[in-house]
Every structure is written in C-alpha cells, then in structure tokens.
C-alpha cells in the first residue's frame, strides 16, 4: 500500500483582483472581484513506503503547494491526499507525528535559543522517550558533524550549520516520511555533499520515504531513482529518471584536447560547439555516431593528449522537457 | 509511563521556560520598568492627593484606598500590558506560523504557553515594585477571603486579557496587520478598564454601561473587590460577570482560530 496518495489533487488561490495605480487602488477597496490562480491541477501521485523521490518542477509549478497540502496546513480545493493513512489537513496533529520537513528558506529551530535547546523542545513536542532521543541525537551529532556547534544561539549559526541543524531536528523522532524543500539551497559543494549523504543514509538505514523538492538537478541525480516532473501545476512525468535519460539524452559530448592548439577543428558526424584552441567540444547524436569511431576519427586526423565523454546532464534534458514538453515517443 | 500524547501537557511547560528565560536575558528592560512604576507610583500618589484635597471622598472612597486602589492597578499592569500574544503577530508576519502548524501541538495553547512563561517573568517583579512602592505609600491591606477572592479575579481577568488579545491578534490570519487596531483597542481598554480612573466615578447610566462592558473584567472588578467597594455580598455577582466575558471570549477566539485554519494563506510561501 502507498504511503503517501494523491487523487485529482487541485488547489486553487482566490484573491481580490488589484486595478494599478492610486485610483485602482481605491478601487480595489470597493469591488470584489476576484482572481482565480490554479496552483495543483489534477495532480495523481502514488509513493511506496521508503522510496526516495525527487519532485521537480520550475519556480510557481506548485511544487510548495503540494507539500503544503501534504503536511496539512493547506486545505484542497478539490480531490483527495492521504498520507500514512492519514487525511493530513483533517488530522493535522496526528499527521504531524507521522512527517518531518525541511525547508531550505526557512528554519523550524527557535532563534534565541542555543541548537541543543531547540532540540529538547523537540524532544517534550513529541514526547520522545528519553533514551531513544539521546541515541538519536548523538548518532545525528555524528553524523552531521555538529558538535562544535551544539550549545550555539540558532542566530550566529552559518547557513550551513543551521541546515544541519534542521535536518537533525525533522528527523528526531523518527517520521515516516519526510519533506524536504530546496535542502540545499545556497550551501557550498562540502555542506551539500554533507547533506546528500544524511539524506541517503537515513533512507536506506530507517527506510524512510523522502520527497525532495529542489531546483539542484544534482541532489535528484545522485539520490533519486524516481522522478515526477510538474509545470503549471500539472503532472507532465512520473518514472524513473534513467528512462527519461535515455529517451531524451540522445546527445553525448565529445571533449578532445590536442597536443598544439588547432584554429577551427572539426570532426565528421559531430558538430564543433566550444573551444579555445587547446580543448574543443563536439556534439554527436549516439544513435547516428559511435564513439569509438569518433575518437578514432579525431585520433587519425590531429594530434590529441586526451579525449573524455560527456553524459548529458539531467538538468538540460529536463529544460528541454519543459520547452518542447514530453513526448512518450521522443527518440530524436 | 503510559503515553497520553493528546493530554501531554510537557511541551506547553516547556514553552512557558523558554519564554521566561527569553524574556530574563533582556535585563535592562526589566530593571527599567520596576524603575518607571516606582515613579508613577509616586506621581500618582501626589496627583490623588491634590485632587482630594479639593473633594473629599466621592462615592466613599476614601484617600487612602484611592491611593491603593491606584498601587495595585499599577502592579497589576506589570503582568497584565505585558503583551503576551506578540508572538502570533511575528510568526504569521514571518510566515513561521507554517512551521508551528507542522507540529503535533495546539497553536492556541502554544501562544498561551509563551505569553504565560512571558508574564511569569515580570510576575516576579512585583515583589521589588511592590517593596520600593511601600517606601513611597501606604496600601491597605483586606481580610485574607478579600484578598483570596481579588486573586481568583485577578486570575479571571488575566485570561480575558489574554483572550482579546488573542482574538483581536488573530484578525491578523486576514488582514496580516494589527496595528490600527491594537492602539484602538488599546485607547478603549486604557479608558474603560478601570486601570486609570475606577469606574465607580463614571457618573449615570454610562458608568452602569462601561461597569458591564469586558474591559472592566481585566481591571476593574479585582480593584474594586479588593478596595470593597464591592462587598462580600456583591463578590458571587462581580465574579459570575467575569466569567460571562471570559466564555464570550473563548468562544470568539475558538471561532476565529477554527475560521482562521481553514483560511491560512501563509505569506512569503
């Protein structure tokens, strides 16, 4: 049975249509027209217990809106979600035990207080049991390279820390699933591989289920299996991210540097799109072209030190999906 | 231990700590305001005195329980202008509010609990207040049931306090600012409270009006139960109406929470 589902998911915002200027504004005070904005439009979504997914989508797509509804302080405007059993919004409590989220914009620690603090808070919130909240805690201290920083005030913390912070404090007592939102948002290369690892490690040793939202294609690259794209609302994929790499990364990148630099190279089959005389890109479609061929190629036509191949990036097949939309037949 | 997780009062505890150990750390503000009640405590007394000297004793009270009716107000303003429901305007302005609701707690009785925690704090200034205000007056002291029942008012009082607050707060769930409305409420509640001017000097029919309206319930009736202008007799009735406004308003607050939860578009995402 799925932990996490979704039918026909829709929310809709209803605000007061704004007219510009000062004499709209006056206006505005009086009318009562409305804007409808769909943020959710049909959204059909089915998550097994311990899967790690990622959730995708552009700025405004209602990526934070679904989990908004997931964690029950957003009420539907239509359709049904039920989490761990759970129909968040008329159990928001008792969801809550079930849910941990992070927000990568905004913290859940208490500012004032030190870090360790916020953790006792937490502690008597769900009622830990002690001694199971003191094992946790030490083994996320561990793990999350906190020590140094346990008895700082939240405010001084670094971003970094805070995040660290935050991952340990959705995670104390042990949800179910957990949330994250844009985890690793303005952290340096070392803090996010930090983070990665935490997020994979309490996947596979708790089996809990995390639905990673983030605009970072590389977090879902290296975590995910699974990935469901929107945009404006609408589911457009839902699978596995090997297929769609597949399906969509036809195009491969030839890298070639030579032994003396070369003023325009070019390559039979592969299209020339960057160089600075020592190293030159080709592009080469992997069905029309092998690389074993092109590099002999090359090899035979200029001196060359070295030759690598690039993998399409999840990030440019996925702009490509939002641009021309996704096709279940796309090969080219 | 059985887990009672519904009835489990520890958190709101803890809150309540958190609070009260936020609010020690900023210490000069503390200090200030024992030193500001000291002086309008002495402004008062002086201010009293002149105008009974030109008109003895209306509605037979006297100066002396004048001057302590005017004492106590001033004490119990330390505990009750704290403004224990600040934190619902800073977490929905912030947007934390959505973190708080992430939560397996009532976000009423957390505000609560803070607010609580925050007043318990400057409850324990009155006791320096109350000795420095000694120097300066004399107050009166009642009969121990007197002074019993003023506090089980005083207890009242408190929690319609919080209450209003707590509803004229959560107008914020819509409009996202309060602050028109928190200085009109403000003026009012000065004026008509009974913590300036008791009431009994409100002369006629407006004085019965202002005597029955919900500010009165905060200041007034533990004062004038205390001073005994409202005597044994009358302490069943005076408590009873406390009451009244304080169901009003725990069922304008459940109301306004319940319409507010169903409503929450929380700002900045």
């Known amino acids: 049975m799925p932990i996490v589902r979704t039918r026909e998911l829709r929310k809709v915002f209803r605000s007061v249509k704004r007219a510009p200027g000062a004499l709209g504004a006056l206006k505005t005070l009086f009318s009562r027209e409305y804007e409808d904005k769909v943020a959710v439009s049909g959204i059909e979504m089915s998550i097994e217990a311990g899967e790690l997914v990622g959730y995708i989508g552009p700025n405004g797509a209602g990526k934070s809106t679904t989990i908004k509804m997931l964690t029950g302080i957003l009420v539907p405007t239509s359709g049904r979600i039920e989490v761990a059993g759970l129909v968040p919004y008329e159990r928001r409590r008792e969801n809550a035990r079930n849910i941990g989220v992070v927000f990568g914009q905004r913290s859940q620690l208490y500012w004032d207080l030190p870090l360790v603090e916020s953790f006792e808070l937490l502690r008597a919130i769900y009622g830990i049991p002690r001694d199971r909240y003191k094992a946790d805690l030490a083994a996320f201290v561990e793990l999350l390279q906190m020590d140094e920083f346990l008895n700082t005030p939240v405010r001084q913390l670094s971003l970094g820390q805070r995040m660290r912070g935050d991952f340990a404090a959705a995670m104390l007592h042990d949800p179910r699933i957990i949330y994250l939102d844009e985890p690793t948002i303005g952290l340096d290369v070392v803090a996010k591989e930090a983070i990665r690892l935490f997020i994979a490690k309490i996947n596979e040793e708790r089996g809990t289920t995390v639905i990673l939202t983030t605009h970072d294609l590389a977090d879902v690259e290296r975590l995910c299996r699974r990935i469901v794209l929107i945009d404006k609302g609408t589911l457009i994929y839902d699978g596995d991210i090997e297929r769609i790499k597949t399906q969509y990364g036809t195009f491969r990148t030839l890298v070639v540097t030579f032994a003396r630099p070369i003023e325009r190279p070019s390559l039979e089959g592969a299209h020339l799109t960057e160089t600075d005389g020592k190293t030159a890109r080709f592009r080469f479609d992997r069905h029309r072209e092998r690389a074993d061929v092109l590099i002999g190629r090359v090899a035979a036509q200029y001196e060359i030190t070295d030759v690598s191949i690039e993998e399409p990036e999840l990030e440019s097949i996925i702009r490509r999906i939002y641009v021309e939309g996704y096709d279940t037949g796309a090969t080219a | ?269």
């Open chain 2, 1 to 269: 231990m059985i887990a009672l997780p519904r009835y489990n009062l520890e958190p709101y505890v803890e809150f309540a700590k958190k609070a009260f150990a936020r609010e020690a750390t900023y210490r000069m503000e503390v200090f200030t305001e024992v030193g500001s009640l000291v002086l309008r405590i002495y402004l008062l007394r002086a201010v009293w005195t002149a105008l009974y000297a030109q008109n003895a004793a209306p509605m037979n009270l006297p100066l002396h329980s004048m001057i302590t009716y005017a004492t106590i107000a001033l004490l119990m303003s330390l505990i009750l202008e704290v403004d224990g429901t600040r934190l619902i305007r800073e977490r929905l302005r912030d947007g934390s509010i959505a973190t708080d609701l992430m939560k397996p707690i009532s976000v009423p009785f957390y505000f609560f609990s803070d607010g609580f925690g925050n007043t318990a704090l400057h409850a324990a200034l009155v006791i320096p207040s109350l000795l420095f205000a000694l120097l300066l007056v004399h107050i009166d002291v009642p009969s121990p049931a007197t002074l019993a029942v003023f506090f089980l008012s005083f207890a009242i009082g408190y929690f319609v306090n919080f209450l209003v607050n707590f509803t004229m707060n959560a107008v914020a769930f819509w409009t996202l600012e309060t602050f028109a409305l928190q200085i009109i409420v403000r003026w009012i509640s000065d004026l008509l409270s009974g913590q300036i001017i008791p009431l009994v000097f409100v002369p006629g029919n407006i004085g019965r009006i202002v005597l029955a309206l919900p500010f009165a319930a905060i200041y007034s009736t533990p004062l004038l139960i205390y001073v005994g202008v409202i005597p044994p007799g009358g302490w069943l009735a005076a408590l009873g109406f406390q009451v009244l406004w304080l169901v009003v308003f725990a069922a304008a607050a459940a109301a306004i929470w319940r319409a507010a939860s169903r409503h929450i578009v929380i700002q900045g995402g």
